[in-house]
């Protein structure tokens, strides 16, 4: 099917939403009990490039105004409450019999993206090239979530593919790593709750009520059997829109992502309580996969034959969280911190070194040696501060929602030799330096007019080290219909999400929704 054709699948899609709700209210199949409903939304984002690709950043040709992103997304959402079905079902007789409060929620996603097929012509040599590759990630039909929840007193289970997310921060995690993260259609400008990859997974756990002084005392724990689901962030294809920044290499590339054993499992347990009726308060330790791959490079016995391998080493997190209102200010605080083990790290000399020729050749500095991935300890935390304020010129009606968050980070046994993985222009052996302490600021104000109808936001984060990101927006509601208009743009150097400072670009974004 040519771009048109699927074009026009996705105008058709959107028809049959229309149909099947004229008014923004969920479609019930038992509208009597309301006890098996459907929603969903229909979404297409156009996103335009602001300005012309630099450095290292591919394709070269690919400049201001050309398309970087045509999503579209339809999404199909059932959630069915089992307790009356149960009752007249022979095959979920134990249900009953067991006293269980059960459900089921279902979501299928199915995703087309239009700019290998629509957009500038460096992106369609792309799929040209990688026609299997970038048809696999330009087209996507998923059985999204599917989970079933099982409850009685205290004790709850959900078991099916799902998300779990122990952090409480936004634009960027920490204690929330358990599933990974898809960056390969917008990157760091794309919303945390949309890039989340559900993962087959077993979840459960037991409400203590009030122990003393702690109320909702609770222990939760998790699974994700190395068996089922081995699934770690994508890395997005080379030269594909938000692709990271790499000169061009005469080694090939090799992605090796974690086989399914149980030994590649991912698992944690944590215990949280509300403490005193005032602080929410919880502890825990979790094994996952990082959402940066490390790399390295390999070789056989012959040395000419290497290549660069991009692997997903496991990482472990020991960390909790602590929120609390504060009265006095009317300010709700934010707090994380976690220890990360073994964590990778980047160090030139190590992971990708270079062995001297016995005879040296001009222009040839030596061939590649055996590298491995270095790790390092680290303690990591953030504080978040939220609170609504008046701002009276600019809105008589509505309060201002205000958030802001600072992250820190501390690497044990820090080396000067430590990098980030990413080369500088216009020189392909020289890193941006890592440090061992690091920092970053995020800043989220919205409030809406019009009783709810327009919502404008502005989202920005400061690296220390010298990187900007800004991100305002306007949505506008008309139910069931939602447009939403986004710049987003990066200034500074290319330490961290620096890295994409030449990827400014504006969004359109419409939808519909049925819910």
């Known amino acids: 099917m040519g771009w048109s054709g699927k074009a026009v699948s996705v105008f058709a899609t959107g028809v049959l939403f229309l149909l099947l709700g004229e008014v923004a209210e969920a479609l019930y199949v038992d509208p009597d009990q309301k006890t098996l409903e459907i929603i969903g ?3 297409s984002r156009v996103s ?16 201001c105004g050309d398309l970087a992103q045509w999503r579209n997304l339809v999404i199909v959402e059932m959630n069915h409450d089992l307790g009356r079905l149960s009752k007249n079902l022979g095959i979920l007789y134990p249900l009953s019999a067991l006293n269980l409060k059960a459900k089921s929620h279902v979501v299928g996603r199915f995703l087309y993206e239009g700019v290998y097929d629509a957009g500038p012509e460096a992106f369609r040599e792309v799929e040209r090239e990688d026609r299997e590759n970038i048809e696999n990630f330009k087209e996507q039909y998923d059985l999204w979530e599917m989970y079933l929840d099982l409850a009685r007193g205290p004790v709850f289970f959900r078991v099916g593919k799902q998300n779990l997310a122990w952090g409480e921060t936004d634009v960027f995690r920490l204690l929330d790593g358990i599933n990974p993260l898809d960056n390969t259609f917008g990157g760091v400008f794309e919303d945390l709750d949309d890039r989340r990859i559900p993962l087959w997974m077993l979840r459960g756990s037991y409400n203590f009520g009030r122990v003393g002084f702690v109320s909702s005392l609770a222990v939760e724990g998790f699974c994700v059997p190395g068996v089922w689901d081995v699934r770690v962030a994508p890395v997005p294809p080379n030269r594909t829109p938000y692709s990271a920044p790499q000169p061009e290499s005469p080694l090939p590339t090799v992605v090796r992502t974690p086989r399914k054993t149980m030994s590649n499992s991912r698992w ?3 215990i949280m309580g509300v403490v005193s009726d005032d602080f929410s308060v919880s502890l825990g330790h979790y094994r996952s996969y990082p959402d940066i791959p490390a790399l390295r490079l390999r070789t056989e016995e012959n040395p000419l034959e290497a290549w660069t391998e991009i692997c997903f080493p496991h990482i472990e997190v020991s960390g909790g969280s602590l929120s609390f209102w504060e009265q006095h200010t009317d300010v709700v605080v934010r707090t994380e911190v976690a220890w990360f083990w073994d964590e990778p790290v980047f160090i030139p000399e190590i992971n990708t070194p270079i062995v001297p020729l016995p005879v040296p050749i001009p222009g040839i500095p030596g061939l590649p040696g055996k590298g491995r991935i270095p790790t390092k300890d680290a303690l990591k935390w953030s504080i978040g501060l939220d609170k609504n304020i008046w701002i009276r010129p600019l809105n008589r009606q509505r ?3 205000a958030s802001f968050q600072y992250f820190g980070s501390w690497v044990q046994d820090y080396e000067e030799r430590m990098r980030f993985p990413l080369a500088i222009y216009p020189d392909a052996t020289n890193f941006s330096a890592a440090k061992a302490f690091e920092g970053t600021f995020t800043f989220l104000m919205n409030t809406d007019y019009y009783g709810g109808d327009i919502i404008p936001q502005m989202v ?3 690296d220390v080290r010298g990187v900007w990101m800004f991100q305002p927006s306007v949505n506008f509601i008309l139910e069931p219909f939602r447009f939403m208009i ?4 990066i200034v500074g150097n290319m330490t961290g999400f620096g890295a ?4 400014d670009q504006i969004t359109f974004s419409f939808s519909y929704l049925l819910n």
């Open 460 to 462: 920005a984060a400061y």
């Open 399 to 401: 309060t201002f929602t």
């Open 48 to 63: 335009f490039r602001l300005q012309d690709s630099e450095g290292f950043t591919q394709p070269e040709n690919v400049g």
């Open 41 to 43: 939304r229909a979404q």
């Open 500 to 503: 994409f400072r030449d990827r």
């Open 268 to 270: 944690g347990v944590r």
């Open 486 to 489: 986004q710049y987003s743009g």
